[in-house]
C-alpha cells in the first residue's frame, strides 16, 4: 500500500512539474517553448488526467504566439525597409512550422469546459511566396551590383554564399548561375608552387613530385587552386617557393663491439673423496655424487648498422598582388636508420637471456641515398602543410 501511495505522489509531483515548467515559459514570454512542453505531454497521452492544464496552456501560447509573429510582420511592412524581407520571410516560415507541427494532434477537446481548442489553422503561403520573390529580387540586385565593384577575396565568397542562397530560395532566378560562376572565379586565390635545389645532390623524382602534388596534402579547398605547371600568361595571387638548400648523407657506419662472458656451468657429476682418495659413501653404504661445474666462455659481438639523412629547406611565400614577401619558413628534417644486432663465439651457455633479443636480429641492407632522402623529405612536407594552413588563403 505504501509503495502504491508512494508511485502515485511521484506521478503526482512529475505531473505538477511539468504544468509549472510550461506556465513558466509562458509567463517568460517563451511561447514556443511552452508550446513544444505542452505537445510534448499531450502527444503520450491526450487523454490524461491533467490534459486540460495543458490543453488550455498550449492554446494560449499559440495564440500569442502568432499574435507577435504578426504584429512583428505588420511593423517591418510599415517600415518599408527591403533589409526586412528576409525577417519578414523567416516570420512566415515561423507561422506555418508551428502550425505544421500541431496538426497531428488535433483536434483537442477541453473536457471541463466542453469545448473544442480554439487553434485556428490559416494559409500564410501566398504571403510566404510574395515576400520571397520581393527578397530573392532583392538579395539578387545587391550581389549583382557588387560583383561589379572591387573587393577582397573573402568579400567575393560572401558574395558567392549570398548567391549561393537566392539559387536555394529560388533555383536558376534570373543570371544567379552566371554570377555564381563569376564570384567563384575572383573569390578564389591562385597560387604558383616552385620548387628550387641549391644542393649540388639530386632531389629523388618521386619526392620532387610528391612535394608539388598538393592534392596530397590534406589541404583542399574550394576557394585555394595549387599550380606547379606554372604559365607565365597565367596571373597568380601567390608564389610559394621552396628552397632546399642542404642535403647531407652520412657514410654507412659499422660499429662493432666485443665482449667476452664467463660462466660456470652443471657439466654432469662427480663422486666425493676424503683425503686418502677413497669415495666417500652414506650411511647406506652409497658413494656420494654431487653436481660437476666446468666453466664456459663465449666471445659476444654486438653490431650496429648506421646511416643518417639531413635534409634543410626554406619555404618563402610572396603575395605576387602587392609583390611582397609575407613570410620566409625554414624547415628542417632528419632521417636515421639504425640497426642492431649480435653474433658469438664459443659457448652460448655464458650469454645470459639478456643477449637474446639481439642474437634474433640479423644484417639489414643499408637504405640508398636516394631513399633516405625521401624518408626525410616526407616530413618536410608535413612541415610544409602546417605553412600552408597558417595562413587563409
Known amino acids: 500500500m505504501k509503495k502504491i501511495t508512494l508511485i502515485l505522489l511521484i506521478c503526482l509531483f512529475t505531473a505538477c512539474s511539468g504544468v509549472k515548467k510550461t506556465e513558466s515559459a509562458l509567463l517568460n514570454g517563451n511561447y514556443d517553448v511552452a508550446i513544444q512542453t505542452a505537445l510534448d505531454k499531450l502527444r503520450n497521452n491526450k487523454d490524461r488526467r491533467n490534459a486540460d492544464e495543458y490543453i488550455l496552456l498550449l492554446e494560449e501560447a499559440f495564440q500569442k504566439a502568432v499574435s507577435k509573429d504578426k504584429d512583428r510582420i505588420i511593423l517591418l511592412k510599415k517600415d518599408a525597409n527591403p533589409a526586412n524581407y528576409e525577417t519578414i520571410y523567416h516570420l512566415y516560415e515561423q507561422l506555418i512550422a508551428r502550425q505544421e507541427n500541431l496538426k497531428p494532434i488535433l483536434p483537442l477537446h477541453f473536457e471541463k469546459k466542453s469545448r473544442q481548442v480554439a487553434i485556428k489553422m490559416v494559409d500564410y503561403t501566398d504571403d510566404l511566396l510574395n515576400v520571397k520573390r520581393d527578397l530573392v529580387a532583392y538579395l539578387y540586385q545587391n550581389a549583382s551590383e557588387a560583383l561589379v565593384e572591387d573587393h577582397t577575396k573573402q568579400e567575393y565568397r560572401a558574395i558567392f554564399n549570398e548567391l549561393s542562397y537566392i539559387q536555394e530560395l529560388q533555383p536558376n532566378y534570373s543570371e544567379t548561375i552566371a554570377l555564381l560562376q563569376e564570384a567563384k572565379e575572383k573569390g578564389t586565390v591562385h597560387v604558383a608552387i616552385q620548387l628550387f635545389n641549391s644542393t649540388e645532390m639530386v632531389i629523388p623524382y618521386q619526392l620532387e613530385d610528391d612535394l608539388l602534388n598538393f592534392s596530397t596534402y590534406g589541404v583542399s579547398s574550394d576557394w585555394v ?78 653490431f650496429m648498422q648506421r646511416k643518417q639523412a639531413k635534409i634543410k629547406a626554406y619555404a618563402t611565400l610572396f603575395d605576387l598582388t602587392t609583390n611582397q614577401l609575407i613570410d620566409n619558413y625554414p624547415l628542417q628534417s632528419e632521417f636515421i636508420f639504425e640497426n642492431r644486432y649480435g653474433k658469438y663465439k664459443g659457448d652460448k651457455r655464458a650469454l645470459s637471456e639478456d643477449f637474446d633479443d639481439l642474437l634474433s636480429e640479423r644484417a639489414l641492407d643499408f637504405p640508398s641515398d636516394e631513399q633516405m632522402i625521401y624518408d626525410a623529405g616526407e616530413d618536410i612536407k608535413q612541415q610544409l602543410k602546417k605553412v600552408i594552413t597558417r595562413y587563409s588563403l
Open 225 to 302: 587552386i595549387f599550380y606547379n605547371d606554372i604559365a607565365t600568361s597565367e596571373l597568380y595571387d601567390y608564389e610559394l617557393q621552396l628552397n632546399f638548400t642542404e642535403l647531407n648523407i652520412s657514410p654507412e657506419i659499422v660499429k662493432e663491439k666485443e665482449i667476452i662472458k664467463e660462466k660456470q656451468v652443471k657439466d654432469g657429476e662427480k663422486y666425493v673423496y676424503d683425503d686418502n682418495g677413497n669415495k666417500v659413501k652414506d650411511s647406506l653404504g652409497n658413494a656420494i655424487k654431487v653436481d660437476n661445474y666446468t666453466t664456459v666462455v663465449a666471445t659476444f659481438y654486438q
